[in-house]
């Protein structure tokens, strides 16, 4: 099993530019959650799907984020335009139902310049 | 609502010394909690859990008991090594608010020097 696969693993942009990021979770996962880690706010939930349904958005800093998952081995991150205070690594995870065997993507580290 | 805190850091210790580091939690009913460990430029990997009150976990020395009385969650090492220096985060998760989604204290920073 590859694990849970995001990319890219770093991405640098100009302010104002649309960013996506990409998660490729592992098959018969049906949760799935991203997360961005700053050092100011440590680790925060941004959103968590359930069989590719979107269940809690509320961690979602402002309308300039976006998710998806369009099937249940895809999901996308969205922000448009990005502003530098959106420079963090984001991480993918995903688990099974019934099991808190969460695992996490090596992560993307955004850069907004 | 649901949260973690756990004690700041960095840590810094001597090889073969004795590790605690603090976490206690806030939540309503009945959470399992989770020490999650991140070495640079890596994600998270779990290193143990608990699901109910009064459960240890373990794994590669490290232990943690789930005290509901005290909610806390502690992580403990007998003797460290240079190989743990890493940020460690204590999370739950199945709190009436948390939900399925895990939540995580802020990390505490570990640094084993030989």
């Known amino acids: 099993d590859a694990g849970v696969i995001q990319s890219p693993r770093h991405e640098v942009t100009e302010m104002g530019q649309e960013v996506t990021l990409r998660c490729k979770p592992i098959?018969?996962?049906?949760?799935l959650f991203w997360y961005r880690q700053t050092m100011m706010r440590g680790l925060e939930l941004l959103i968590y799907?359930?069989?590719?349904?979107?269940?809690?958005d509320s961690g979602m800093p402002e309308d300039r984020f976006s998710a998806k998952m369009p099937n249940a081995s895809f999901s996308t991150l969205k922000i448009q335009p990005s502003e530098p205070r959106d420079s963090a690594v984001y991480f993918c995870?995903?688990?099974?139902?019934?099991?808190?065997?969460?695992?996490f993507g090596s992560g993307t580290r955004l850069t907004v310049v | 609502g649901d949260s973690v805190t756990q004690m700041e850091g960095p840590v810094t210790l001597s090889e073969e010394a004795f590790l605690t580091i603090n976490c206690t939690y806030t939540a309503t009913g009945y959470p399992s909690l989770f020490w999650y460990v991140q070495y640079p430029g890596e994600g998270l990997q779990l290193l143990l859990k608990a699901t109910k009150a009064d459960d240890k976990g373990s794994n590669k020395g490290f232990e943690a008991t789930y005290r509901k009385e005290t909610t806390s969650f502690h992580l403990e090492k007998g003797s460290v090594q240079v190989s743990d220096s890493a940020v460690y985060f204590c999370a739950l998760s199945g709190g009436n608010q948390a939900g399925t989604a895990l939540i995580f204290g802020k990390g505490t920073t570990l640094s084993v020097s030989s």
């Open positions: 098959s018969g996962h049906d949760y």
């Open positions: 799907f359930n069989n590719n349904v979107p269940i809690d």
């Open positions: 995870a995903t688990r099974t139902q019934g099991n808190y065997g969460y695992t």
